[in-house]
């Protein structure tokens, strides 16, 4: 079994749970509050800035031109098409792009940027994407079922939502998920490791699939600090969404 298919089957269980959340069938359903879809974009612009910085660190650790050619597209993908993703919930919000972004991450935001941050500290090429993985999978996966369960009708507002990321699923050309362009880096990389060290990246790729399902509930129940009563923060350090 190559270690993608490994990954995959390991993580599924957690997919089918992130099926399930009440964020994605909102989406699915085309109905969510402007609270949950605002605190989402306000976390999802820190988390890929964040993601960005790993992509920029996976380049710069690849030696192969096929993998360099993978991350850049990755990096291109996040700069120029996901800021659209934004843009449809932020419509749907009633509210500007721009006002949400450059405020402080929520609890989850940061755990979930800091467990791929720590492996470009200490881990090598297979560390970083494994961490990194879940993030396109997971996207691909939902967009892929939600256009499967025939939700990307014209009356759901989240339709070009669901399109952009069923289009990374690339259905047309018949691939398995086990082909999307980050699991074929890890396939090219794990010969060269132990069992022992696939544990730890299969554990990090686990992790990271654990911390989606945990964006997700974020945001629809907006999770952020409760600081202890007394407690004064400093201006301009909250987070509008309201
Ligand atoms: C938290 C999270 N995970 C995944 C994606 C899809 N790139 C995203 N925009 N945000």
């Not at 089918?16 to 699915?28: A, C, N, T």
């Not at 996976?58 to 098409?81: G, P, V």
């Not at 090598?124 to 079922?145: F, H, N, Q, R, S």
């Not at 018949?174 to 060269?192: N, V």
């Given at each position: 079994?190559?270690?993608?298919?490994?990954?995959i089957e390991a993580g599924t269980p957690i997919l089918d749970h992130i099926m399930e959340h009440?964020?994605v069938?909102?989406?699915?359903?085309?109905?969510?509050?402007?609270?949950?879809?605002?605190?989402?974009?306000?976390?999802?612009?820190?988390?890929?800035?964040?993601?960005?910085?790993?992509?920029?660190?996976?380049?710069?650790?690849?030696?192969?031109?096929?993998?360099?050619?993978?991350?850049?597209?990755?990096?291109?993908?996040?700069?120029?098409?996901?800021?659209?993703?934004?843009?449809?919930?932020?419509?749907?919000?009633?509210?500007?792009?721009?006002?949400?972004?450059?405020?402080?991450?929520?609890?989850?935001?940061?755990?979930?940027?800091?467990?791929?941050?720590?492996?470009?500290?200490?881990?090598?090429?297979?560390?970083?994407?494994?961490?990194?993985?879940?993030?396109?999978?997971t996207?691909?996966e939902i967009?892929?079922k939600?256009?499967?369960?025939?939700?990307?009708?014209?009356?759901?507002?989240?339709?070009?939502?669901?399109?952009?990321?069923?289009?990374?699923?690339?259905?047309?050309?018949?691939?398995?998920?086990?082909?999307?362009?980050?699991?074929?880096?890890?396939?090219?990389?794990?010969?060269?490791?132990?069992?022992?060290?696939?544990?730890?990246?299969?554990?990090?790729?686990?992790?990271?699939c654990?911390?989606e399902w945990?964006?997700?509930?974020?945001?629809?129940?907006?999770?952020?600090?409760?600081?202890?009563?007394?407690?004064?923060?400093?201006?301009?350090?909250?987070?509008?969404?309201?």
């Amino acid at each position: 079994m190559s270690f993608s298919t490994e990954l995959i089957e390991a993580g599924t269980p957690i997919l089918d749970h992130i099926m399930e959340h009440p964020f994605v069938k909102g989406i699915g359903a085309g109905q969510l509050s402007k609270e949950a879809l605002m605190f989402y974009v306000t976390q999802d612009f820190n988390y890929l800035n964040e993601f960005l910085h790993a992509d920029a660190v996976a380049l710069l650790k690849s030696t192969s031109r096929e993998d360099m050619q993978i991350i850049d597209n990755q990096l291109d993908f996040l700069l120029s098409s996901e800021s659209e993703a934004h843009k449809n919930f932020c419509e749907v919000a009633g509210t500007s792009y721009k006002s949400l972004q450059g405020q402080p991450m929520a609890p989850t935001t940061k755990l979930y940027t800091n467990h791929m941050l720590e492996t470009l500290k200490a881990g090598d090429l297979i560390d970083i994407i494994a961490a990194m993985t879940p993030c396109p999978w997971t996207y691909a996966e939902i967009g892929k079922k939600l256009v499967e369960q025939g939700k990307n009708t014209p009356d759901n507002v989240f339709t070009p939502w669901i399109e952009l990321y069923a289009d990374t699923a690339d259905e047309d050309s018949g691939e398995t998920p086990e082909q999307l362009p980050l699991f074929e880096i890890l396939d090219r990389e794990a010969p060269k490791y132990s069992r022992q060290r696939l544990n730890q990246a299969k554990r990090s790729f686990l992790e990271s699939c654990e911390f989606e399902w945990d964006f997700w509930e974020q945001a629809y129940y907006q999770k952020d600090w409760q600081f202890l009563p007394g407690v004064k923060l400093p201006v301009g350090t909250t987070v509008k969404t309201k």
